[in-house]
């Protein structure tokens, strides 16, 4: 069986790892000029061309039972072409809104979700505007192309905004007042062709530079309620969108409520974890997902945690120990460059702390 994936990166390679033990068959469609490695060996690749018929595409991606993204980036017109030969999910609408800051921001507000407080921006006196309205510290998000805290600029006080406008003269952003968080957790959703709905524990995040660098699940000692009531609005959005697939939902944790950061449709970076800490690894389940197939269990087999390898390329003997699992992604070397992880398992929270504390000594700053 034959499962296409938009783009190649590491998220695609894992998707495939956790496919090829089902049966499964992959090809994979990437643009010009992308680094490919990370998929090589794990199905065809093709290069998407412009002006390519959606047909003879499908046919070159093997005629595959159903299409899936592994970005955001992706042209949502194509999938939409494609769409008519085999399901794409999650569905091309979702991905069009998802993709863009300000139109997913617009979308959460309409479902009646808490995000921070922001405004759009398009040149320097609407950036004023906003810096007047919210206040500093100020985020300026593009509203598109922005990952690993890409395409972002932080604004301590006025005279950081005129440097800012005094270089770009216009852009299409959204600006967010800064949000004095507590901590960073995310929600890992999952919801089946067939409708059925399940839940990962929630994951606490640890970024540093806008880049995460640390999860642990299941995150502790969250106000409950406002957790429930979270999960119970995602709910809601998976099935009014009819969504299909794993969708990685970033909120800030404060006193007693969360606020919603992004939403990503697909599978996460911090839900890496799930690969040793569950039953059922998030890349399965999207797969299990999107065939229509019945879920596995999204359990947290004791405590688990998971470290990114950011830049450098420390030797395995240097990472490994008997709780731990590496995953490399074969990648090519670049500082700050997501190159792999390593993930810990153990029954005891606070060994695969001190694991997570090792690891992270060893793996330097990046
Ligand atoms: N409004 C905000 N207030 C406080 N911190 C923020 C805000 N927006 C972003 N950050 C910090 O920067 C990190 C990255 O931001 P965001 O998730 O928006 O960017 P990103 O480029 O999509 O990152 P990623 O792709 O890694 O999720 C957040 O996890 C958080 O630590
Ligand atoms: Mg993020």
Redesign the pocket.
Known sequence: MQVAIVGGGQLARMLALAGWPLGLRFAFLVNEGDDTRSVEGLGRVLKCEPGLEPSVLYEALGRPVVITVEKEAVDTGLLEQLNAFCPVHPRPDVLRVCQN?RRQKLWLESLGIAV?R?RFAHDAESLRTAAGELGFPL?V?AAEQ???????WRLADPSALDRFVGQPATGDWVV??????LR?ISLLAVRSAQGEIRFYPPTE?R?VN???RTSLAPAIDLPEPALQAACEKVRQMLERTQYVGVLAL?Y?VLEDRLCL??V?PRV???GHWTQQGSTTSQFENHLRAILGWPLGACDAKGHAGMVNILGTDAPPDALLSAAVTLHLYDKQKRPGRKLGHVNVRDDDRAKVEAELQRLEQRLGGG
């Not at 967010?176 to 968080?181: G, H, L, R």
């Open positions: 800051r921070a922001h985020i998000k922005g990952y690993d805290g890409r395409n972002q967010e007042e800064q949000v004095p968080f960073e995040n970024h806008g880049v995460l970033e800030f950061n992004e990503a996460h970076n911090s």
